[in-house]
């Protein structure tokens, strides 16, 4: 997750005199890369994830101060670091509860501190910290892909992770990250690594085969549905524009473990992109799963097709909608009245569909086992 603002105060508290005054909820925002801003001309060199730092000089007044983390919000900065006893004294309460409400850091550091050699010190440990998680990524991507090839990565997780302990893996999509350029797709990761709270040593992020990869460790499933469903209403409130889809996998022990804890991850992020649901647990998918851990997907897509082709072709000849009312159908045990609420279609014209639908497949649906496989046809081509 990079050099966090925690990781930050550990190493400033006592060295810069650093002191956290707002923005607890941002304690886990990992830094990119370090700014002086004296000006907000500088800001149109932020890329997310940086941490501001500033004497205060151009922001003298509150209302000065207050437009500054105004736009830091705005910029998904990492926090903001004033250096007090100059131009400012006094942090403003408004500034404070703003940087509360929005989990914006704010830190002080006093004007005795020399606030160059501070930047270049941080700096160094940013630059160092983003090399580690490259390695780390690297060692969690080759755990996933050649799990039996565990003297290979072990020795770069050992430090960072208890590789005995439980895994769990996060999927987190917009559904095009794969045909966006490298700079659009960096901005959206700074952006949702800023939305993710309560993280430090116990995840790491990284982008992986078209989506953002959060690897979870030793963290326990309230402590995970706490991140991420924080993480995915926070999501929805800053980033309207850009919906994600997030998909959670089982958990597991031991690294070796990290592969199949993807699979199903990956399984569930695709299946809340297919249906536009915000957040999707494999675990919670039911019959779904099956479905979802099927590697030959060309496969199902041909078994669910070649079953309901006869209706297909009838959809797309007459702009009917056969298949998605034999789906409610199948699924509401034959319930007539409950397809009819489900699609806010009138009850005769449910009546006429089904009675058609039997004539074009040829079939009464009169047994289990003929329902069940139009069910299982129905539920692939959802998939």
């Known amino acids: 997750m990079g050099l966090t603002i925690e990781d930050m105060l550990v190493v400033s508290k006592d060295k810069y005199r650093m002191e956290f005054l707002a923005g607890k909820k941002g304690w886990s925002n990992s830094i990119s890369w370090i700014l002086l801003i004296e000006d907000s001309m500088v800001l149109k060199d932020f890329k997310g994830r940086d941490l501001a730092v500033t004497t205060g000089l151009g922001f003298d007044s509150e209302e000065k101060m207050l437009r500054l983390v105004e736009e830091l919000v705005e910029l998904h900065a990492a926090g903001l670091v004033i250096n007090t006893g100059q131009y400012i ?4 309460k408004t500034v404070i509860t703003y940087c509360d409400e929005n989990d914006l850091p704010l830190l002080t550091v006093p004007w005795s501190v020399h606030i160059f050699d501070m930047i270049k010190d941080l700096s160094i440990r940013v630059f160092l910290q983003s090399e580690t998680d490259e390695q780390i990524s690297n060692a969690l991507i080759h755990a996933i892909e050649t799990p039996e090839a565990k003297g290979i990565y ?4 050992l430090p960072h992770f208890d590789v005995d302990g439980t895994f769990q893996v996060v999927l987190i999509s917009t559904g ?3 045909v966006m350029d490298t700079v659009e797709r960096r901005r959206i990761s700074y952006q949702v690594q800023n939305y993710l709270e309560n993280i430090t040593h116990n995840g790491h992020f990284f982008y992986y085969d078209a989506c953002f990869a959060l690897v979870l460790n030793d963290v326990t499933i ?3 549905k706490d991140i991420i469903e924080g993480f ?4 929805k409130r800053k980033l309207p524009a850009k919906p994600l889809y997030v998909g959670v996998g089982s958990l597991f022990y031991d690294v070796t473990s990290l592969k199949l804890a993807y699979e199903r991850a990956k399984a569930a992020v695709n299946y809340a992109i297919k249906n536009k649901k915000p957040l999707v ?3 919670e998918m039911g019959f779904y799963r099956l479905l979802g851990m099927v590697n030959d997907q060309a496969l199902l897509k041909e078994m669910g097709q070649l079953v309901l082709q006869p209706l297909l072709e009838y ?3 007459h702009n009917a909608e056969y298949v998605e009312t034999l789906r409610c159908y199948l699924e509401n045990n034959g319930s007539v009245q409950a397809v009819s609420e489900q699609m806010f279609t009138h009850r ?5 569909r089904i009675n058609n639908i039997k004539k074009i497949l040829e079939t009464d649906l009169d047994t289990a086992q003929e329902r069940l496989k139009y069910q299982v046809a129905c539920r692939i081509l959802q998939m």
Not at 89 to 92: A, G, K, L, R, S
Not at 232 to 235: E, F, P, W
């Open 176 to 178: 095009d990250l794969d």
């Open 222 to 224: 309230a402590q995970m």
């Open 232 to 235: 995915v209403g926070r999501a």
């Open 89 to 92: 004294f006094d942090i403003p």
């Open 315 to 317: 959809d797309e000849h």
């Open 348 to 352: 005769n014209t449910v009546i006429y």
């Open 281 to 283: 647990y494999f675990d």
């Open 154 to 157: 072990e020795k770069d997780l």
